[in-house]
């Protein structure tokens, strides 16, 4: 532990805004960041940002991408437990504390999940002492399993694949009949909406500071909980032109389609539509083949002389090692296929998140090695030909139309009324009212984090 005292970690506003962090508490999360993260003042650089305040990001190469527009990866490996994710298990958590819902000795915390969320929960609980069980289909890839264990939580794991984390929102409500375990629910609880609409959604208009004409035409990202996509309701504030796109497996286009089916993109497409996802703000749907994804992470981590021979520059080909998993690579191929879809230009900017690192996927590609029977500089070119370049802008679905959205709505009513959630209660998130509501409370949990925190 710190010598600083952290009894409750930051603000929303602190959170986006580290430079407003007390200035010895900041500088001595930037060091334990480096040198100790179990140190609870880590819970300090939840941020975008790095130590210059600056948003962590890469404008992704056109000689990869092979479109004209800026392609804006803010980067989620760099937060602490290297997930964007640890943010709203953190959000979920304080707002818990504050409200007087959630008691330090008393409660055991629940993480439902398919894996960063849950290991966002078990890092945070670790800082802030509390007992943690995540819930978690029991096929994720191993390194996923390992660094829950590593940060103190109790795994228990329910059948099945990403797609099957139904189960795990069953078994978490059969656990929390038990009034000792509180669940984070990022599925659908707010603090997930707030966190991200106001701290990402925020980053996001700053990181396109600079690039091209300074606005977003598209952002991109692919519902897992939704709760990053909701940033994209605060972009839509800034720049009201800009087109939010969510992104599915095309193995698994339940919002598309209703389609159900199993896939390998790890950390979204989970056969529902979450109760957290605000419809009206999203403009289109668009599918991407799961094994893509696979494929185009194995070119970006072992394909440098791959790219350098498509005109990367080296030491961009080789910065770009490491900062991508799975989910990434689908918010990239999604963020390329509107770029073409909407005819962007060089001063147009598409904005996307890489969620996490490459360090919980080594499995993944050692998985696709057994399934592939070569893999020479050759076949990587192909792959970034096909899959990078040769992107087009088929399977993508206009939800813009209200006859077209309600398929959204009655979609998310299918999956929520089962769990309790009144038909009145999913109606009411039909107007925007609701969501402004829901986001205005982020200003009073600022006051009510300072006031418990001293």
Same mark, same amino acid.
């Given at each position: 532990?710190?010598?600083?005292?952290?009894?409750?970690?930051?603000?929303?506003?602190?959170?986006?805004?580290?430079?407003?962090?007390d200035? $010895?508490?900041?500088?001595?999360?930037?060091?334990?960041?480096? $040198?100790?993260?179990?140190?609870?003042?880590?819970?300090?650089?939840?941020?975008w940002?790095?130590?210059?305040?600056?948003?962590?990001?890469?404008?992704?190469?056109?000689?990869?991408?092979?479109?004209?527009a800026?392609?804006?990866?803010?980067?989620g490996?760099?937060?602490? /437990?290297?997930?964007?994710?640890?943010?709203?298990?953190?959000?979920?958590?304080?707002e818990?504390?504050?409200?007087?819902?959630?008691?330090?000795?008393?409660?055991?915390?629940?993480?439902?999940?398919?894996?960063?969320?849950?290991?966002?929960?078990?890092?945070?609980?670790?800082?802030?002492?509390?007992?943690?069980?995540?819930?978690?289909?029991?096929?994720?890839?191993?390194?996923?399993?390992?660094?829950?264990?590593?940060?103190?939580?109790?795994?228990?794991?329910?059948?099945?694949?990403?797609? !099957?984390?139904?189960?795990?929102?069953?078994?978490?409500?059969?656990?929390?009949?038990?009034?000792?375990?509180?669940?984070?629910?990022?599925?659908?609880?707010?603090?997930?909406?707030?966190?991200?609409?106001?701290?990402?959604?925020?980053?996001?208009?700053?990181?396109?500071?600079? %690039?091209?004409?300074?606005?977003?035409?598209?952002?991109?990202?692919?519902?897992? /909980?939704?709760?990053?996509i909701?940033?994209?309701?605060?972009?839509k504030?800034?720049? =009201?032109?800009?087109?939010?796109?969510?992104?599915? =497996?095309?193995?698994?286009?339940?919002l598309?389609?209703?389609?159900?089916?199993?896939?390998?993109?790890?950390?979204?497409?989970?056969?529902?539509?979450?109760? %957290?996802?605000?419809?009206?703000?999203?403009?289109?749907?668009?599918?991407? =083949?799961?094994?893509?994804?696979?494929?185009?992470?194995?070119?970006?981590?072992?394909?440098?002389?791959t790219?350098?021979?498509?005109?990367?520059?080296?030491e961009?080909?080789?910065?770009?090692?490491?900062?991508?998993?799975?989910?990434?690579?689908?918010?990239?191929?999604?963020?390329?296929?509107m770029?073409?879809?909407?005819?962007?230009?060089?001063?147009?900017?598409?904005?996307?998140?890489?969620? !996490?690192?490459?360090?919980?996927?080594?499995?993944?590609?050692?998985?696709?090695?057994?399934?592939?029977?070569?893999?020479?500089?050759?076949?990587?070119?192909?792959?970034?030909?096909?899959?990078?370049?040769?992107?087009?802008?088929?399977?993508?679905?206009?939800?813009?139309?209200?006859d077209?959205?309600?398929?959204?709505?009655?979609?998310?009513?299918?999956?929520?009324?089962?769990?309790?959630?009144?038909?009145?209660?999913? !109606?009411?998130?039909?107007?925007?009212?609701?969501?402004?509501?829901?986001?205005?409370?982020?200003?009073?949990?600022?006051?009510?984090?300072?006031?418990?925190?001293?």
């Amino acid at each position: 532990m710190s010598d600083v005292k952290v009894p409750f970690g930051p603000t929303y506003e602190e959170m986006l805004y580290p430079e407003r962090i007390d200035p $010895e508490v900041r500088e001595k999360a930037v060091k334990a960041l480096k $040198e100790n993260e179990l140190d609870a003042i880590n819970l300090f650089n939840i941020t975008w940002k790095d130590e210059e305040n600056q948003v962590r990001k890469i404008v992704l190469p056109k000689e990869l991408t092979g479109v004209d527009a800026n392609i804006v990866v803010m980067l989620g490996t760099y937060f602490p /437990s290297g997930s964007h994710k640890v943010g709203p298990a953190y959000a979920t958590l304080i707002e818990g504390c504050v409200d007087g819902d959630i008691v330090p000795g008393e409660h055991t915390i629940l993480g439902p999940s398919t894996g960063n969320f849950g290991i966002g929960v078990s890092y945070i609980c670790n800082l802030m002492g509390y007992k943690a069980v995540v819930i978690m289909p029991d096929n994720m890839s191993k390194e996923r399993y390992e660094r829950i264990q590593k940060y103190g939580a109790e795994l228990d794991l329910t059948p099945g694949t990403e797609s !099957d984390v139904i189960l795990t929102l069953q078994r978490t409500y059969e656990l929390k009949k038990d009034p000792k375990n509180k669940p984070l629910a990022q599925f659908e609880l707010m603090p997930n909406y707030r966190f991200h609409r106001y701290v990402t959604g925020n980053s996001a208009i700053e990181a396109v500071k600079g %690039i091209g004409n300074g606005r977003i035409a598209c952002f991109t990202s692919a519902p897992g /909980s939704a709760g990053t996509i909701s940033a994209g309701d605060e972009i839509k504030k800034a720049f =009201p032109e800009a087109k939010i796109t969510a992104l599915e =497996p095309y193995e698994c286009s339940t919002l598309a389609n209703g389609g159900r089916g199993q896939h390998r993109i790890e950390g979204i497409g989970d056969k529902m539509c979450t109760l %957290i996802h605000n419809l009206l703000t999203t403009d289109f749907v668009t599918l991407i =083949p799961d094994d893509d994804t696979v494929k185009g992470l194995k070119l970006i981590q072992d394909g440098t002389e791959t790219l350098v021979s498509m005109g990367v520059k080296r030491e961009v080909a080789e910065s770009m090692k490491n900062l991508f998993g799975v989910s990434g690579i689908c918010n990239i191929l999604g963020a390329i296929k509107m770029a073409k879809h909407l005819r962007l230009g060089p001063d147009d900017n598409v904005v996307t998140v890489a969620t !996490d690192g490459f360090d919980r996927y080594p499995s993944v590609l050692e998985d696709l090695e057994c399934r592939e029977l070569e893999l020479s500089d050759e076949v990587l070119k192909r792959w970034a030909n096909d899959i990078f370049l040769k992107a087009d802008d088929q399977d993508v679905y206009d939800y813009r139309r209200a006859d077209v959205k309600e398929q959204l709505f009655k979609q998310k009513e299918q999956d929520w009324l089962p769990f309790g959630y009144s038909q009145e209660y999913l !109606d009411s998130m039909k107007d925007p009212e609701f969501w402004e509501k829901e986001y205005a409370l982020t200003e009073e949990y600022n006051k009510k984090i300072k006031n418990r925190r001293g």
